[in-house]
């Protein structure tokens, strides 16, 4: 059903928290396969992915984007903190057929945090990517496509 993808550089530290979150979508069938684009990391990052059998792809988002192998393709940024009913609303956004945002979970206790924007992710059909820029990042991605409604 979904294609996870995440944009990497040096962030051993972020999947370390990100990867075991996904472990439960995996295991009920939503999510079929996570990919980290890469973007030329020298610290753990690449075995972290080695170890969880995260495929690495070292030439973009876009090209991560082109290789999914699924209908629906997710691009979370690796530091995204989710939250506890992620799944279901990504599930909820598959059947209404819709791509949107999918907004992470500030960190911090603070009124001042809690008014930071979190990090975002994206949900969009593979069918609705077109054609991509080989430069493409999530910001771009974002303002392509993150203008869509946010999954509740």
């Known amino acids: 059903m979904l294609s996870v993808i995440i944009p990497t550089f040096n962030s051993s530290a972020d999947l370390q928290d990100l990867l075991p979150i996904l472990v439960p979508a995996a295991v009920d069938g939503l999510v079929r396969e996570v990919m980290a684009a890469d973007e030329g990391s020298t610290d753990p990052t690449l075995m972290i992915c080695d170890d969880a059998g995260v495929e690495v792809i070292t030439d973009g988002i876009a090209s991560a984007m082109k290789r999914a192998r699924q209908d629906w393709i997710l691009v979370l940024p690796a530091d995204i903190r989710l939250t506890h009913d992620w ?8 059947k209404q057929g819709r791509s949107a945002g999918l907004k992470g979970q500030t960190e911090g206790g603070s009124i001042m945090d809690r008014l930071k924007p979190g ?30 409604a946010t999954l509740k």
């Open 87 to 94: 799944a279901d609303r990504v599930a909820r956004g598959i």
């Open 119 to 148: 990090p975002w992710g994206l949900l969009v059909r593979k069918s609705e990517l077109g054609n991509l820029r080989p430069d493409a990042d999530l910001v771009g991605l974002r303002r392509q496509f993150g203008r869509l």
